[in-house]
């Protein structure tokens, strides 16, 4: 019920919406699936690496083991740069492996693989230290307690664990992997069978939907057509009755123009007289604006007295504080000269120059203090300076405030004023347009009058095809209705 009141649009936009989302949804699962899959395809590089890695790794420790045990053979320095280049070679790809490497196993197999090597390079170095002190026999002693061996068992053991283990995790990437594409493929397929449906089912609902509206409309026709026809019978005889009071309204119509006329010209007066007051209204408008503009800078030039007023207050405030601070230093070096007075008689004639010193120092630290104590007078006459200063640069403040809010109230009551007087312009002159349209239309309809006899009759030729048409109209509607 509540689909049949939709428009058609509306009822399209609901009908087509579920495939959308639909489609939507499937591009969003798509998208995720993509990802998945795409972070699946990086494991599997990942594990190809370490298994490249890894392969690298045996390889080089194989290489160390050949080099050991030809240059225990041997004793030649090529055999000895291959066990270097070896060993650095194994290091590097350790460090390779465990950078790629991401199961916390496989990188616990690693370091025990690394650390399997120093064990052997270890015991590589003692070999090759006993050879290179031309001490062979218990170089091939030591080789042959099968210490060595072990590691190398422990090497290969480790080796292969690491390469079944990234095995297993490239083979379970890749199942994954399958299993996402085929997830996908479905997911594609039934995605596309739901939109063909739900789109078909849209369809129908919709095409179904407009076949009833279009059969109610031409129900609707066929009926007016049959009351139109009606009417125009009656519409026939009343335009008989119509020509005779044509002549009595073209003379309503002079009448009516002549009155027009006045009005019209009353409304331009009205107009120039409202533009006037509306131009200055405008220029006391602007008047008010440059006023706040004026306090605006002046409440900005009054805030900035009062944060240098401030300034000085704690500047003042930090002079007195070094006052004080002269003061104490002075007190304690006046202390410190009474005590090199005493000091200087317990010393004697030795001591008379330094009790002179002191007695120089004590009027210096005398005059300090009271040097000191005149500042800090003046500091406190200052503060209180400030202090009234700062109230005045307040009341300052707030006087400023208010005459920038009784402007603002001003200009806001110019503003409305200039708004009634813009109106009162815009109805002159409408009132004028419109009065000298009327005056316009009233010449036009007074001509018109004077054709509408001749017209009457052309009406009553033009009901009569009309109420022709009406039943060919009627009888189209039912054509239509039949083929829906």
């Known amino acids: 019920m509540m689909l049949n009141q939709l ?62 045990r030809g240059y225990l053979l041997f004793n030649t320095e090529e055999l000895m740069l291959q066990y270097t280049t070896a060993s650095l070679r194994f290091n590097e790809a350790a460090i390779n492996t465990l950078n790629t490497t991401q199961d916390f196993q496989q990188i616990q197999r690693t370091e025990e693989m690394i650390q399997v090597q120093k064990q ?39 080796s292969e664990e690491f390469n079944d283990a990234e095995e297993e995790i490239l083979n379970q990437a890749t199942a994954e992997a399958k299993i996402a594409i085929n997830s996908l493929i479905v997911a594609l397929l039934l995605g596309a069978v739901l939109c063909l449906g739900f789109s078909a089912i849209a369809a129908l609902g919709i095409s179904s939907g407009i076949s009833r509206t279009i059969e109610q409309a031409v129900s609707r026709i066929a009926k007016s057509s049959t009351e139109i026809a009606t009417t125009l019978e009656q519409q026939e005889r009343t335009t008989a009755l119509a020509a005779s009071a044509v002549n009595e309204t073209t003379t309503t119509m002079d009448e009516l123009e002549a009155s027009s006329r006045e009005s019209a010209e009353q409304a331009q007066s009205s107009a120039a007289g409202a533009r006037q007051a509306l131009h200055l209204t405008e220029i006391g408008t602007q008047t008010i604006g440059q006023s706040l503009q004026s306090q605006g800078i002046l409440k900005e030039k009054v805030t900035g007295i009062a944060q240098k007023i401030l300034q000085l207050s704690e500047q003042t405030s930090q002079i007195g504080n070094i006052s004080k601070l002269v003061s104490e230093i002075a007190n304690q070096t006046n202390m410190l000269a009474l005590n090199a007075a005493v000091e200087a008689v317990r010393a004697g004639e030795q001591g008379k120059g330094f009790a002179v010193v002191a007695s120089e120092i004590r009027k210096l630290a005398d005059q300090s203090q009271k040097s000191a104590h005149k500042i800090n007078i003046l500091v406190g006459d200052i503060q209180g300076a400030i202090h009234s200063t700062v109230l005045v640069t307040h009341e300052g403040t707030k006087t400023v405030d208010r005459g920038v809010d009784i402007a603002r109230e001003t200009a806001d009551a110019l503003n409305g004023v200039r708004d009634a007087i813009n109106d009162v312009v815009m109805s002159s002159q409408q009132i004028a347009l419109n009065a000298q349209q009327q005056v316009t239309a009233i010449e036009q309809v007074v001509e018109a009058m004077n054709s509408l006899n001749v017209g009457a009759k052309e009406t009553v030729q033009g009901i009569a095809n009309t109420r022709e048409s009406t039943e060919q109209l009627n009888q189209a509607s039912l054509d239509l209705k039949a083929i829906i």
Do not use: H, W
């Not at 002693?141 to 060595?148: H, P, R």
């Open 120 to 158: 052997y390079d270890d015991f590589s170095q003692k070999i090759i230290a006993l050879v290179n002190q031309n001490r062979v026999p218990e170089a091939v002693d030591l080789f042959k307690t099968g210490e060595g061996q072990r590691y190398i068992e422990s090497f290969v053991e480790l």
């Open 7 to 68: 428009r058609l649009r509306n009822r399209m936009i609901l009908g087509y919406s579920i495939p959308v989302l639909l489609f939507f949804m499937l591009t969003a699962f798509v998208y995720f699936k993509t990802l998945k899959i795409s972070q699946t395809f990086k494991q599997v590089e990942s594990t190809q690496e370490a298994i490249k890695n890894s392969q690298l790794l045996d390889n080089n420790y194989r290489d160390m083991v050949k080099s050991l």
